[in-house]
Nanobody
Framework: QVQLVESGGGLVQAGGSLRLSCAAS????????MGWFRQAPGQEREFVAA????????YYTDSVKGRFTISRDNAENTAYLQMNTLKPADTAVYYC????????????????WGQGTQVTVSS
């Protein structure tokens, strides 16, 4: 089992920044690819970003490219999502997720999920 706990969400004005953290425990963190997903009210959960086990590869959904950066610190068992130039359309609950070995953009491919952290961007 892998336990994931997100933090860092909050209320920010458009154009502002937030940094989300995802603290992992339970298994060897570097064995897992990590993903960030988000879900707005009435919408399906969507892929935001993913990073490979050793941070050699990253992927982003088009709407956040150039604004968001995913990273990880395997020594600290933590993944991050730096979000800059935030827009009201980024408002959602953000979830981190883990899957063994290979990364994926499909939420169904992830085995472990955090409880989510709310991000609200005001206009």
């Amino acid at each position: 089992q892998v336990q994931l706990v997100e933090s860092g969400g909050g209320l920010v004005q458009a154009g502002g920044s937030l940094r989300l953290s995802c603290a992992a425990s339970g298994r060897t963190f570097s064995n897992y690819a990590m993903g960030w997903f988000r879900q707005a009210p009435g919408q399906e959960r969507e892929f935001v970003a993913a990073i490979s086990r050793l941070a050699g590869s990253t992927y982003y959904t088009d709407s956040v490219k150039g604004r968001f950066t995913i990273s990880r610190d395997n020594a600290e068992n933590t993944a991050y999502l730096q979000m800059n130039t935030l827009k009201p359309a980024d408002t959602a609950v953000y979830y981190c997720a883990a899957r063994p070995i290979t990364l994926s953009m499909d939420p169904d491919g992830y085995n472990y999920w955090g409880q989510g952290t709310q991000v609200t961007v005001s206009s």
